[in-house]
């Protein structure tokens, strides 16, 4: 989706500022800085297309908007002229449910507009390129492991390889999370914040 415009606030406008209280809200609960940036970019585009159509209050905002904010979505193609695919496209609707129910838990609007938005399934598909067997015994090679990092990069290349972990999850691995007995892995925090354990 590109690196977000920043977008001057409205003078005239308390949705940008009920935009940036609701992100001061979400970032004390959020571990994650990746899903912080996304809903911010996300939240920011939609107050832009508002601006551009003269909706500068939460109150404005009804189902039928959003509902051809999604549209637009749809619509939109990126520079190559391609369209958003499904999962961006619900990257970028997801936080509109999360603020408008918000805006609701504060008494800023009576109801949600969002509450029976459907948003687009984002697909399920395995990897288009599986490395072969001589590729993944390429990779495991490069280390020097006549070195302390080589040793450790090819730990980490072990540990993707058989668990499938996130790179987040792997930096935040500690040695105490290693079963060897059960030859398992505890995941703290991970996806949706919830601990996991993972066979190794």
């Known amino acids: 989706?590109?690196?977000?415009?920043?977008?001057?606030?409205?003078?005239?406008?308390?949705?940008?500022?009920?935009m940036q209280a609701y992100l001061d809200w979400t970032r004390l609960g959020s571990r994650s800085k990746d899903t912080h940036r996304r809903r911010e970019a996300a939240l920011r585009r939609f107050c832009a297309w508002c601006d551009e159509r003269d909706l500068r209050h939460p109150a404005e905002i009804s189902r039928s908007i959003l509902e051809r904010y999604q549209r637009q979505l749809m619509e939109t193609r990126k520079s190559d002229g391609r369209p958003l695919s499904?999962?961006?496209?619900?990257?970028?609707?997801?936080?509109?449910?999360?603020?408008?129910?918000?805006?609701?838990?504060?008494?800023?609007?009576?109801?949600?507009?969002?509450?029976?938005?459907?948003?687009?399934?984002?697909?399920?598909?395995?990897?288009?390129?599986?490395?072969?067997?001589?590729?993944?015994e390429a990779t495991f090679a490069q280390p020097d492991l006549t070195t302390a990092e080589g040793l450790r990069d090819r730990a980490m290349l072990e540990v993707f390889?058989?668990?499938?972990?996130?790179?987040?999850?792997?930096?935040?691995?500690?040695?105490?999370?290693?079963?060897?007995?059960?030859?398992?892995?505890l995941i703290r925090a991970g996806k949706g914040q919830q601990d996991r354990f993972v066979p190794g």
């Open 1 to 18: 989706m590109g690196r977000p415009r920043q977008h001057p606030i409205p003078a005239a406008s308390d949705l940008w500022p009920l």
């Open 86 to 136: 499904l999962g961006s496209q619900h990257v970028l609707l997801t936080p509109l449910q999360g603020f408008f129910k918000w805006l609701v838990r504060e008494r800023r609007l009576l109801y949600n507009p969002a509450a029976e938005l459907i948003l687009p399934k984002k697909p399920k598909q395995l990897p288009h390129t599986l490395l072969s067997v001589e590729e993944i």
């Open 161 to 185: 390889y058989a668990t499938a972990i996130r790179r987040l999850e792997l930096a935040q691995l500690d040695l105490a999370d290693v079963d060897p007995r059960h030859a398992t892995l």
